[in-house]
């Protein structure tokens, strides 16, 4: 069985910190997924990564996929109120369907 | 930007009635899935369809749920008998390639009383 945890599961931070948000799994998976989900809405992809050490730039956010295509993470530079929101990962496997399997999400509130 | 469209936005049901959730992917996508999330819970994979046929379903996928996509456009999600923890957030999702994301609906919030 195919698993994905995500680290940490809540995090408070004051406007302008940095921090890193990491999705880890012992399987390996075809591409990674990030999606941001606002209550009561489906999830909004955010990036995919696809290539073993991969890393992607989105304006402020920077998502890495492990050598490995095991693991990922999500950095963000300079947080503002406005990245505030449950961030998913997500993992599609190799076989024809790309179902994905997901993370739990990180909760994030950032404090002006 | 082209949207996966849900409806209903909520439907409460009673228990052993039948309900159908309904979307509307993106016109050119080929790969349609639905998926739901229990309250507090990760989002769990349902059922894939491709080619007008279901190419992968889950174990939450039994006899109870059917899928259907009647006309070209129309996707549909029955579940015949509801049962109390059918209770969930459904979302319907498209994809064109399936490598570069997929496009998810606001999702159907089923309530069964």
């Known amino acids: 069985t195919q698993l994905l945890e995500q680290s940490p599961q809540f995090l408070s931070i004051q406007e302008g910190e940095n921090l890193t948000v990491y999705c880890n799994s012992s399987?390996?998976?075809?591409?990674l997924q990030w999606y941001r989900q606002e209550p009561g809405e489906g999830p909004v992809l955010l990036v995919t990564?696809?290539?073993g050490g991969e890393v992607k730039k989105l304006k402020r956010l920077t998502f890495q996929f492990g050598d490995a295509r095991k693991d990922s993470s999500l950095h963000i530079t300079a947080a503002q109120p406005g990245d505030t929101g449950l961030y998913l990962c997500?993992?599609?496997?190799?076989?024809?369907?790309?179902?994905?399997?997901w993370g739990l999400g990180t909760s994030l509130a950032v404090n002006p | 930007e082209p949207e996966v469209t849900q409806t209903p936005s909520h439907q409460v049901t009673q228990m052993g009635q039948e309900v159908i959730l309904r979307c509307v992917p993106i016109?050119?996508?080929?790969?349609f899935y639905w998926y739901r999330q229990i309250l507090g819970q990760k989002v769990e994979f349902l059922v894939s369809?491709?080619?007008?046929?279901?190419?992968?379903k889950s174990e939450i996928f039994d006899d109870q749920f059917s899928v259907e996509r009647p006309d070209g456009s129309n996707f549909t999600l029955k579940i015949r008998s509801t049962k109390l923890e059918d209770s969930a957030m459904y979302f319907c999702?498209?994809?064109?390639?399936?490598?570069?994301?997929?496009?998810f609906g606001s999702g159907t919030r089923l309530t069964v009383v």
């Open positions: 369809f491709y080619n007008n046929e279901i190419s992968e």
């Open positions: 016109s050119n996508h080929l790969y």
């Open positions: 990564v696809v290539t």
């Open positions: 999702a498209s994809t064109q390639d399936r490598v570069y994301g997929y496009t």
């Open positions: 997500a993992g599609a496997n190799a076989g024809n369907n790309r179902k994905l399997i």
């Open positions: 399987s390996v998976f075809s591409s």
